[in-house]
């Protein structure tokens, strides 16, 4: 059984339909690349996923339960976190108050505590800067610390959506190889990315959404040799 499987996705904003019977799954322990233009409905799937929107149709199963219609709290709770495109880090607070929120679904504080230390040692620089208002962080660092609060939760799959958005070439290199050590450390991901060429460096497999369907699938190795996503969208 698939990790996270989903079945005859459709997502409608009023009448407009965004999504159109999307079926796709990932397996434990995968990196699960979805790469598509602006708008092509990647965020709205992520959204749906994690309990933000909810879809006119479908089935979402997260280790063979319902999501469809579940609040996103419990969703955390099950072992989901999203990060969402634009980090969405609470600017005003410090670094430390950022990754303690991520915590909420955790009722010990030695549990609070002991992965903290662990989001610490995958991002020195957090620690660092654990007092520092997040707002006054580089790109870099508060994708870091967007990547630490989800962290946070001991989540067993992460959703992410454009991690390397806005970033220079040499922080991109550093949050893909911080992503292929989450993976390694055992958690699954599930990851939307505008860099075609990266995610499909890192990732097992991938699907490519067009205009809210899903037109190929395959190994993250095909679709770098593909010469329709070559063109589209690895600028060959």
Not at 70 to 88: K, N, Q, S
Request: no cysteine; net charge neutral.
């Amino acid at each position: 059984m698939a990790m996270l499987e989903v079945r005859d996705l459709d997502v409608f904003y009023g009448v407009i339909q965004a999504i159109k019977s999307v079926s796709f799954e990932v397996n434990e322990g995968e990196i699960i690349a979805l790469i598509g233009a602006n708008g092509a409905g990647k965020t709205t799937i992520l959204q749906s996923i994690s309990g933000l929107l909810t879809p006119k149709k479908g089935s979402i199963k997260f280790e063979g339960r319902e999501l469809v219609k579940m609040p996103t709290h419990d969703i955390v709770a099950l072992g989901m976190a999203h990060i969402p495109e634009g980090r969405r880090i609470f600017a005003n607070q410090t670094v430390y108050e950022n990754l303690k929120l991520g915590a909420y679904t955790r009722k010990s504080k030695e549990e609070t505590n002991s992965i903290l230390e662990k989001v610490y040692k995958s991002f020195p620089r957090l620690k660092e800067r654990s007092k520092q208002l997040a707002g006054t962080l580089s790109g870099g660092e508060q994708q870091m610390l967007a990547m630490g609060r989800a962290l946070m939760s001991n989540p067993r799959i992460i959703l992410m959506d454009e991690p390397s958005m806005g970033l220079s070439p040499l922080f991109v290199n550093e949050i893909f190889d911080i992503i292929k050590e989450i993976n390694k450390a055992g958690t699954t991901v599930f990851l939307v990315e505008q860099n075609a060429k990266k995610a499909l460096s890192i990732a097992d497999r991938a699907y490519v959404l067009e205009t809210g369907k899903i037109v190929i699938e395959g190994s993250a190795k095909e679709l770098l040799n593909d010469d329709s996503v070559k063109k589209a969208y690895l600028g060959e």
